[in-house]
């Protein structure tokens, strides 16, 4: 019997980018693994191999490669000073609801940054079992462990997740609804309604350049205070926020005069506040995005101005 026809090649890449995006949190990194396993696929069919589902294969590949790569990066993500944090991708509607609410939580900053203390195959095994919903003997196959260090494995990682991202029961039309007024606060300069929205344990994270770490503030109050100095500085170098969709979650993307990108911001919501409030500003992580702004030159640039005489 015949192998069965593969999807599209359009939906066999987006299954396998989502895999490997959510395994190394790096979108050019996430389309290596994606093009190497592509590459593999062709070379195993042409040698003669039924495979049966390619989505399947991709999918195994990437985080085995995944795996791979975090073991090699790790190195290289401790040695930065401050908290390593994702890059951050735009994300779209979907026809179905209940499909997007799956993805978006799957895909929120929040979990990424939890996601980067797990070990390698923790996080493989959480992201196939808990995302993927792979059965566990399939996921054992995958990382050549037995089921049951699978299932060790999958408890740990579960635990450390739920530890580090609490959740509670809120519709994506409440998040919506109050992401909105956060953001209507934030651009009317609403120091206390900001306060209003924010968790008492809120957690404010911000990234501002090539080789620094994202730094974190913990707690409304402290929260608030981070958030009013950078919301002074986005003033001063005269930027706009225009209101979009990161990574499932509400979010902001903070441009130039000339349209160009200077940050992301992505809230998360949850329990009727805001738990965490996330800023890649690391030009770095956001040229995926399209033009992206000189910050240091607008920063320069408001300094002048306002050391100019009037």
């Known amino acids: 019997m ?4 593969d999807p599209p090649h359009g939906q066999l890449r987006q299954a396998a980018f989502g895999a490997a995006y959510r395994m190394v949190g790096s979108v050019g990194e996430a389309e290596d693994l994606v093009q190497e396993a592509f590459l593999r696929l062709h070379r195993e069919r ?4 039924r495979i049966d589902s390619a989505e399947g294969f991709l999918v195994t590949v990437v985080t085995r490669l995944g795996i791979d790569h975090l073991r090699s990066a790790r190195s290289r993500r401790e040695t930065v000073v401050g908290e390593w944090l994702p890059e951050p991708i735009l994300t779209a509607e979907e026809d179905d609801p209940g499909r997007h609410a799956e993805i978006a939580e799957s895909l929120s900053m929040a979990l990424l940054v939890v996601l980067e203390r797990l070990s390698p195959e923790q996080r493989a095994v959480f992201l196939l079992r808990d995302v993927f919903d792979y059965p566990y003997d399939r996921i054992a196959a995958v990382l050549g462990k037995s089921p049951a260090a699978v299932r060790q ?3 740990r990682a579960r635990r450390q997740v739920e530890e580090g991202t609490p959740r509670f029961e809120t519709s994506r039309e409440q998040r919506r609804r109050l992401a909105n007024r956060f953001f209507d606060a934030i651009e009317e300069g ?4 900001l306060e209003a929205l924010l968790a008492e344990d809120a957690v404010v994270r911000s990234e501002g350049g090539s080789g620094r770490g994202g730094r974190a503030a913990r707690g409304r109050v402290r929260c608030l205070q981070a958030m009013r100095a950078g919301l002074a500085r986005l003033q001063r170098m005269g930027t706009t926020l225009r209101r979009t969709e990161v990574n499932g979650e509400p979010g902001l993307l903070v441009v130039d005069r000339d349209e160009r990108l200077v940050g992301v911001v ?3 919501v949850a ?3 805001v738990q965490a409030v996330t800023s890649i500003f690391n030009p770095d992580k956001l040229r995926h995005l399209g033009p992206v702004a000189d910050r240091d030159a607008l920063l320069r640039a408001a300094r002048d101005r306002t050391r100019r005489p009037s």
């Open 266 to 268: 992505t809230v998360d």
């Open 190 to 193: 609403d120091l206390a309604g």
């Open 2 to 5: 015949p192998a069965p026809p």
């Open 46 to 49: 042409a040698a003669g191999a």
């Open 153 to 155: 494995l999958a408890t």
């Open 271 to 273: 329990g009727g506040c």
